[in-house]
């Protein structure tokens, strides 16, 4: 069974995990069966090349870039922290990560 791995966070961005694992049930929205079959899916639909597929999760890495700048725009600092700690999240598990998707 695969788990998200924290790597050497502080105690505040720890609260905002488990926060977040609270709110959204990380574990089983970033490896659960819905994030299996969905890619699963893209995969199959031949909507992104093998290149692309080869760097997914840097993709999800890069959009979130774009919803980290929302956050920035409207200062608003928990969504400003929670999207930097999802962010280090997938990038500190992105080998499990691939493997898994």
Known sequence: MYKIKLHNLNKKTNIYVVKMS???GLDNI???DFAKVFIGDLKKSGLISEISREVFLEFVIAVRFAWLSEWLRHKDREM???ETVYMNLLAYNSDMLKNVW
Do not use: V
């Open 22 to 24: 609270l709110q959204l």
């Open 30 to 32: 970033i490896i659960g």
């Open 80 to 82: 400003i922290d929670l």
